[in-house]
């Protein structure tokens, strides 16, 4: 096997939805861009994902950090998802009607009202509704006593998200190898020179960026990875074909499940968080409990096929946040670690990541919270 080099060029290994939208933004400052996946872009937990941009739903107490990058993120996507369709002509799906949060019953209304409060006091924009008023504006959904409205939690269909940032990055002539497994750096004088494949090739460029999401501590040499800082949380998920019937128009949940529209009467019902390492599997118990927490919502959905079942790997890091800059090794940069939200923070990481490797002295005290440096100091 030959070696590959590609001189004067960014290396990105990873075609998930944080490898591509930094491959989208560099290309797009006039950088020459290859991104190399072990499989085709698009197949790690992007595939699996929701696309919920859950801002507000999902606020956790005492993380103002991620709530202002968050925020930066959601505000970016209308215009970043017209501007990957300009470029790309695909449509990814890209829906701004409210989310709905729903108490089924009083142990969900108290839990929903916290959140609530904490909500407010952040200042995000949430509503209260009561049993009337759901009923009023939202007539499919009987005798659930309380919800709360989210008007900026949006949603995005992450597979369409991949290929329209597959096809605008084609359009500004970024190169893609598929079926290429990165295993080790390849590094020279504490330089990253590129990587070296599972099947014996290496593969040199001027810079780096790891973005191969929960796999990425599997890649040997990076420093930052040294500690287990990385790990998969599979989620597993329900997708069920309502063909015309389209039962929902917005996403709704309750804290135990969450029902996503799709295209062409299409649903998603996700999704839980396990601990089982790289297991891929589908459980019955898993989809079971979905089944029912999303029936006790949406009763429809009982005369529908399932269409498919599948799992994801999320990739979290041990303090919740993303690792987003360059790494101790010079020439590499990381971009991964994004957890449950990964869709929501792939404009901002794009940005980001193409600050740090355009204007490195202006970005080194931006977003220390994100700094992939902070594991290995
Ligand atoms: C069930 C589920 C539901 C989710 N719902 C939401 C949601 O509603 N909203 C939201 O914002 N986020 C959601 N997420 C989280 C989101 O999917 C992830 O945070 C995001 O997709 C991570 O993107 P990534 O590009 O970092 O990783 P991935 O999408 O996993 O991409 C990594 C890529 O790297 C490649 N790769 C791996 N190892 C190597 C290697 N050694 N060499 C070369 N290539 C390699 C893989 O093939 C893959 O294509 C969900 C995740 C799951 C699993």
């Not at 960014?10 to 491959?23: K, P």
């Not at 209304?109 to 609530?116: C, I, V, W, Y």
């Not at 599997?281 to 599948?310: C, K, M, N, Q, Y």
């Amino acid at each position: 096997m030959s070696d590959i080099h590609f001189t004067d060029q960014i290396l990105i290994v990873g075609a998930g939805v944080i490898g591509l939208s930094i491959a989208w933004e560099l290309a797009g400052l006039g950088y020459s861009v290859v991104v190399a996946d072990r499989s085709q872009p698009g197949s790690g937990a992007t595939r699996a994902a929701g696309g919920m941009l859950g801002l507000t739903a999902e606020v956790k107490f005492d993380e103002q950090d991620m709530l202002e990058l968050e925020k930066q993120s959601l505000l970016m996507f209308p215009e970043y998802v017209a501007a990957l369709k300009k470029d790309s002509g695909i449509n990814p799906d890209y829906r701004s009607k409210a989310t709905l949060v729903l108490a089924r019953d009083r142990d969900d209304a108290e839990a929903l009202q916290r959140s609530f409060d904490y909500q407010k006091s952040v200042g995000l924009p949430a509503q209260w509704l009561d049993e009337d008023e759901i009923e009023l504006n939202f007539p499919s959904l009987r005798g659930i006593p309380r919800a709360v409205r989210c008007p900026n939690d949006h949603c995005v269909d992450p597979r369409r998200m991949t290929d329209a940032l597959v096809a605008a990055c084609k359009v500004r002539d970024v190169t893609f190898v598929d079926d290429v497994s990165a295993s080790s750096l390849i590094t020279d004088e504490g330089r990253c020179k590129g990587v070296e494949t599972d099947d014996g090739r290496r593969i040199f460029a001027d810079q780096t960026v790891i973005a191969a999401g929960a796999w990425s501590s599997q890649i040997a040499g990076i420093p930052e990875f040294n500690k287990p800082t990385l790990r998969p949380v599979r989620g597993q998920m329900i997708a069920i074909d309502t063909g015309s019937d389209h039962l929902i128009d917005r996403v709704l949940r309750t804290p135990a499940v969450y029902i996503i529209p799709r295209q062409n009467g299409r649903l998603l019902i996700g999704s839980t968080m396990e601990e089982k390492g790289f297991s891929e599997e589908v459980t019955a118990g898993a989809v079971r409990t979905l089944l029912r927490e999303a029936w006790r919502i949406l009763p429809g959905i009982d005369e529908h096929p399932i269409e498919s079942l599948f799992s994801g790997f999320r990739p979290v890091s041990i303090d919740d946040r993303p690792l987003l800059g360059p790494s101790l090794v010079d020439d590499l940069f990381l971009a991964t670690g994004h957890g449950r939200h990964g869709i929501l923070l792939a404009p901002v990481s794009g940005q980001i990541m193409a600050c740090h490797i355009a204007h490195p002295q202006w970005t080194q005290q931006t977003y220390p919270a994100f700094d992939p440096r902070r594991f290995s100091r």
